[in-house]
Nanobody, 115 residues
């Protein structure tokens, strides 16, 4: 069955960095667009970033442009999100997903940005 397992979250000070990983299994990872979505406390799911199978098509929500970088390693079936210059408003549960709305997502990894 499809499995998406996120890791790499944690507590970081404003301005800090984290790298999230998502290990995928149970489907042809290299053929699928992949996504990062997040859910802040008390809010709905928000699309953060997308990447196409060849990594030639990448997009970000405006609020993270210039700070976050999505990437993938198809051989390792792993999706990444490098997050730099983190802000308190980036605090959320981060999920990797097979769809932009996050309906097919993993269990998530918590990112908390606080001093």
């Amino acid at each position: 069955q499809v499995q998406l397992v996120e890791s790499g979250g944690g507590l970081v000070q404003p301005g800090g960095s984290l790298r999230l990983s998502c290990a995928a299994s149970g489907f042809g990872f290299s053929s699928f667009w992949m996504y990062w979505v997040r859910q802040a406390p008390g809010k709905g799911l928000e699309w953060v970033s997308s990447i196409n199978p060849s990594s030639s098509g990448i997009d970000y929500v405006d609020s993270v442009k210039g700070r976050f970088a999505i990437s993938r390693d198809n051989a390792k079936k792993t999706l990444y999100l490098q997050m730099n210059n983190l802000k308190p408003e980036d605090t959320a549960l981060y999920y990797c997903a097979r769809d932009r709305r996050g309906l097919q997502r993993g269990q998530g990894t918590q990112v908390t940005v606080s001093s």
